[in-house]
Each structure stands twice: as structure tokens, then as C-alpha cells.
């Protein structure tokens, strides 16, 4: 059944492709395109790593699924405005201008480095408790990540309210400093260095933070910063496609790579070899969501329980009492090991039901609404990260379901963080000011 999934998830693909103007950036052709991978590499650890194959149901309905987001988009095409078919030249000339000195840049710098510096403190200091007596500091994240996900009682680390809100800061100012390091570098042609600043104090936070799975998400919205920044220098559709393609494969080969060493700092890479590992990850959750589907799943106890959960444990913080369980599935065994991964399909199969595909056609509808608003939204970081985040619960759906991380209070607070950089750095430009590049006062 692997092998007919595959052959119908090509031809769906072959379909976005077409019906979406031969685009890669898309939410049908992306979506239909890691579910396709993730079918692929089931397909070749069928026999050495699962060792059974899916139900013809699972095909079924994982086709069904996906076709409904490529209606979505459909559908968001057919009601195009005029603006957002047709962009003249003129309108690659900016009537913003981003105000940014080098002590603002080295300020935002600061900023960044110190949060990352007293995260990984908080870290090592509640490592310190859950049993690093050795005031091991390489250690600390191994320590948290075992108590979180195997100790007794299920230990979760929380960075505190003041320190959750810089990390988002801190976030939101490495995004306006890649916005710009993409647009002035495609301005003056060459790279321009020192937006990397801000960007180089959020690794230090990125080698210690506990999740991986965020990196997806910032590598999206960098993706369609570029995609934002090669549109709006009126670079064709072929160039953006061939741009886009490449930065999408090295992105990939380097996220697996990155997986894998942050990996052994949690202790999740030492029990499996490098491709077992990432075909674990990329594909367990295929098995996952056909073991659902054929041999049922909890039913939930509030509504849209899975895909609203954020919305929820937000809503115990002002006095409600939800019971909501653990967040992470329960671990099923296969020949090669055991996983608790289900799919992104999961979430609204178990939420909605039938009216899944309603969900999914929305979702796809209002993403690619987003996208086609691209070109008329010539300036705005905070568009870019919003198709960003609409497009990570698609990137991540033969993976795991992210609806609940996009569908949350942090959402929000990310969303108004960036109006607040956008309403101090960026800046009508006088009429009487000459544009001197497509987009920047410079």
C-alpha cells in the first residue's frame, strides 16, 4: 500500500504544481511534497526498520486530505484581487525606509546575546536540580530533556514569564536582522555582515534550548524572507524557483545534520545510527497515523482538544481547570524501535473528524491568500513571518501535527513584537527623499 500512497501523492503533486503557476512555494506542492519524501523513505525502511506496511484506509484518507488543500488553494487563486494578479515595475520602488544605525544594530546585538546567555543559565541552574551534581554545564539540556520526557512525574523545565518574553523579542529581532541582511545584501550586491550579529547571540540560545522542532519554523520564515526579498527585486519565477530549490535542499541536508549533533547533547541520537535516526523522525509518523486509524485513538475531552491546546493551558493560567493530559502521544513499538510521532493530519482527524477536510481546506485557503498578498505587501516583515508560520504546520505534516504552536497566545505576542520593530525602524520615506534602491533609503 506504501507503493500506491507514493504513486498518488506524485500525481497530486504534479497537479499543484501545475494549477499553482509551476511555483514551489505553495502549500499544496509543499505539503504534498514532505508527505511524498516521508511515503519515500517509508517505502525504502519498509522492510528494515518498520516491517509492515500501511492500511489501504490510511491511503485513502491521507490522499483525500492533502487534495482538500490543494483546493483550498484553488480557491484562493480563483478569487484573486486585481492587485494581486498584476504588479508593475513601479511598484518595486519603496515609499518605506528602514531606519537602522550601527549603534541600534550593536544595541539589538546586546539584547539578543544577553537573553541567550541568561537562558542557558537557567538551564544549567535547573539542571542543578534534577540531579547534574557535577555542575556538569555541557550537560545541563541532557539532564532537562530526560526528566521532561522520562522522569517521574514528567519535570518541565518553564523559562518564567520575563525570560519567555525576551526569547520571543530576541526571535523577532533575529528576523528583522536576516529582513535586512536579505534585502541590503540583494541591494548593494554583495553580503552585508553585520546583520549576522543578532543572528550569531541566537545560536548560542539554539544549541541549548531543549525543543528542535523550532527550527523549522525560523528556517521557514527566513525562507520566505528571501522569497519576499528575490520578489520584490523582480527576479523571474524560474530564478526564484531555482533560488528557492537550492536554499531548500541545503536547509534540509543542514537541519538533519543539525538534528543530529543537538541530538547527542540531548542523548536522543546515541541509541540509533544517522539514518535510522532521521527516517525514525521523517517517517514513524506515517505508522503512527495508520495504527490510529485502524486501531482507534482516545477520543477527546474538549473540543478541538489537540489543535487548540495552547489556547487552553493559556486559559488555566486565569483560573480555568482544564485537564489536558500529556501533549505527546503515547509511544507505539515497531520492528526498528518505538515512536510517538502521528503525522500533522492527526490532530484534525481526531479534533474534526469528516470536517478535517474543511480545517485543511481553510487553512490552505487563507495561507495562499496570504502569499498571493505577497506582492502587494512590497515592505512587511511582519507578512512574511505570518506565511511563515501558516506554513509550518503544512512543512511539518507527514511529521508531526504544529497547528496548536501556530494557534496560540504566542502567536500573538510574536505578531505584536514585530509591529513594534516595524513601527520604530521602518518608516514612510518623506516625498522629497530620492530612492536610491528598490526598497531602502540608503
Excluded at 539542571?127 to 551534581?133: C, D, E, I, K, V
Excluded at 554583495?190 to 540560545?205: A, C, E, F, H
Excluded at 520578489?231 to 533560488?243: A, E, I, Y
Excluded at 480545517?359 to 516583515?381: G, I
Amino acid at each position: 500500500m506504501i507503493y500506491f500512497l507514493i504513486f498518488l501523492l506524485s500525481f497530486e503533486l504534479l497537479i499543484a504544481f501545475l494549477l499553482n503557476g509551476k511555483r514551489i512555494i505553495s502549500p499544496s506542492f509543499i505539503a504534498i511534497g514532505v508527505f511524498l519524501f516521508s511515503s519515500i523513505v517509508y517505502a525504502i525502511c519498509l522492510k528494515s526498520l518498520y516491517g509492515t506496511d500501511i492500511h489501504f484506509k490510511t491511503v485513502i484518507i491521507v490522499s483525500c486530505l492533502l487534495l482538500f488543500i490543494i483546493i483550498g488553494e484553488a480557491l484562493a487563486n480563483v478569487t484573486k484581487k486585481d492587485h494581486e494578479m498584476v504588479v508593475k515595475r513601479s511598484s518595486f520602488v519603496s515609499s518605506k525606509s528602514v531606519y537602522l544605525t550601527d549603534a541600534m544594530l550593536i544595541c539589538l546585538t546586546f539584547f539578543v546575546f544577553i537573553t541567550s546567555f541568561w537562558y542557558v543559565y537557567d538551564i544549567y541552574r535547573f539542571s542543578l536540580s534534577l540531579g547534574n551534581s557535577q555542575g556538569n554545564f555541557f550537560a545541563s539540556v541532557l539532564y532537562v530533556r530526560q526528566a521532561t520526557n522520562y522522569g517521574t512525574g514528567r519535570v518541565v523545565y518553564s523559562s518564567g514569564t520575563l525570560l519567555s518574553q525576551c526569547i520571543l523579542i530576541s526571535r523577532c529581532i533575529v528576523y528583522f536582522s536576516f529582513f535586512m541582511l536579505a534585502n541590503r545584501s540583494l541591494a548593494k550586491k554583495r553580503l552585508q555582515w553585520k546583520y549576522l550579529l543578532p543572528i550569531m547571540g541566537y545560536v548560542l540560545y539554539v544549541v541549548f534550548c531543549d525543543s528542535r522542532g523550532y527550527l523549522i519554523a525560523d528556517a521557514l520564515v527566513f525562507l520566505l524572507i528571501v522569497f519576499n526579498s528575490l520578489n520584490s527585486f523582480g527576479v523571474s519565477r524560474k530564478k526564484q524557483n531555482k533560488t528557492l530549490l537550492l536554499i531548500g535542499i541545503v536547509s534540509l541536508i543542514s537541519f538533519f545534520i543539525i538534528f543530529r549533533l543537538l541530538g547527542y547533547r540531548t542523548g536522543t541520537s546515541n541509541n540509533y545510527s544517522f539514518l535510522n535516526n532521521i527516517a525514525d523522525y521523517v517517517s514513524s509518523g506515517l505508522l503512527g497515523l495508520d495504527l490510529s486509524l485502524n486501531e482507534g485513538y482516545a477520543t477527546n475531552t474538549y473540543f478541538a482538544q489537540s489543535t487548540l491546546r495552547n489556547i487552553y493551558i493559556k486559559l488555566n493560567d486565569f483560573g480555568f481547570d482544564f485537564q489536558l493530559g500529556n501533549s505527546n502521544g503515547a509511544f507505539f513499538e515497531f520492528a526498528g524501535g518505538q515512536s510517538n510521532i502521528y503525522t500533522g493530519l492527526y490532530a484534525p482527524i481526531k479534533d474534526f473528524g469528516f470536517f478535517s477536510t474543511i480545517f485543511l481546506l481553510v487553512w490552505s485557503f487563507l495561507t495562499q491568500k496570504l502569499l498571493n498578498n505577497n506582492n502587494y505587501h512590497r515592505f512587511d516583515l511582519l507578512h512574511c513571518f505570518l506565511i511563515g508560520i501558516m506554513f509550518y504546520p503544512l512543512v511539518m505534516i507527514s511529521i508531526g501535527g504544529e497547528w496548536a504552536n501556530v494557534l496560540s497566545i504566542t502567536s500573538l505576542y510574536q505578531i505584536f513584537y514585530l509591529l513594534l520593530i516595524e513601527i520604530i525602524f521602518i518608516k514612510k520615506r518623506p516625498s522629497n527623499m530620492p530612492n536610491r534602491s528598490f526598497r531602502f533609503g540608503l
